[in-house]
């Protein structure tokens, strides 16, 4: 069985835990924040893991101690198997008061209007699970950012080397796509649909990519939409982004979208960036014409 890999995410509250896991899924990891410890040994007594897990840990939960913390690392260890590290995100005191100051929330272990009082209990609570940390990191200094980059250099990823390209098409009449970063509309773009010999096919045949090219204005926005994305993706990247979606919309989906989908696909994947494509719509015509030949082999109900 291949070694699987564990990160227990943990340190003062404030001082970024929840960035720090949220930066890890980005990384690939199975995240799940706030786990109670109890629950720990059940979820590493399941399947298999496909990928790496981060779990993490948070005094706020009624069986959190260091002692148990510990102990559920070393049984992850020893008992489990896995590859474990304990990440501890360290922040001084002043910075931790700023931040709590800022976002007025309630110190989980103050008593009152005693702020720093709460963050110096914690930080005793703490003290034993931060002199065993695997990998220390203080974020006093750090942006979110600044941190998922950290993050991402300490466990072998290189910043934002995981960002990936989604290129789409869809029709305006059926909205517009969920999660799209970019929408470009290409209905001002001569359309095939008034060819009687091009409707029926749609933007992925030569001939239908060759009569929207056709049109006087397709190289210059094609060019400079092409020309953006290259200078937004490496932009996206060093901020650490993992996806990026760019949809092109028309009527129908059919022929001019897909068209601009298609050529800027290959044109990215050929500047070596990580791409995928997808039509909404031919999909969806792909999915109805499979259940209509389900239909009419199953014929006639008795």
């Not at 199975?30 to 990928?51: C, K, M, Q």
């Not at 250099?153 to 909205?175: I, P, T």
């Amino acid at each position: 069985m291949p070694q699987q890999n564990l990160v227990l995410v943990t340190g003062p509250s404030g001082a970024g835990r929840g960035t720090a896991i949220k930066a890890l899924e980005d990384l690939g990891y199975e995240a799940i924040d706030n786990i109670p410890l109890s629950l720990v040994g059940r979820l590493l007594d399941g399947p298999p893991l496909t990928r790496p897990l981060a779990l993490g840990l948070d005094v706020r939960n009624r069986d959190f101690s260091a002692h148990a913390l510990l102990e559920a690392l070393e049984e992850a260890i020893g008992q489990h198997g896995f590859e474990a590290e304990l990440l501890y995100l360290d922040c001084s005191e002043d910075v931790l008061l700023r931040r709590f100051s800022e976002t007025r929330r309630r110190h989980p272990l103050s008593q009152g209007d005693d702020l720093a009082l709460g963050i110096r209990r914690e930080q005793d609570l703490l003290a034993a699970v931060r002199n065993r940390a695997d990998i220390l990191v203080n974020t006093s200094e750090f942006s979110p950012h600044d941190l998922r980059g950290e993050l991402a250099r300490l466990l072998g990823y290189e910043a934002g080397a995981l960002l990936s390209v989604s290129v789409q098409s869809f029709s305006y009449k059926r909205g517009l796509p969920r999660g799209a970063d970019m929408v470009l509309d290409t209905r001002f773009l001569r359309n095939p649909h008034w060819d009687r010999a091009l409707r029926t096919a749609d933007g992925r045949a030569p001939d239908v990519q060759a009569y929207v090219r056709a049109d006087p204005r397709f190289q210059s926005f094609f060019d400079r939409v092409k020309a953006l994305t290259l200078e937004l993706l490496p932009a996206y990247k060093a901020e650490g982004k993992t996806h990026f979606a760019l949809a092109f919309g028309c009527t129908g989906g059919q022929h001019r979208s897909v068209t601009l989908a298609e050529t800027l696909a290959k044109s990215l994947a050929e500047a070596g960036w990580q791409v995928s494509m997808r039509h909404r719509e031919l999909e969806r015509n792909t999915v109805a014409a499979q259940g209509q030949a389900v239909a009419r082999a199953e014929g006639p109900e008795a």
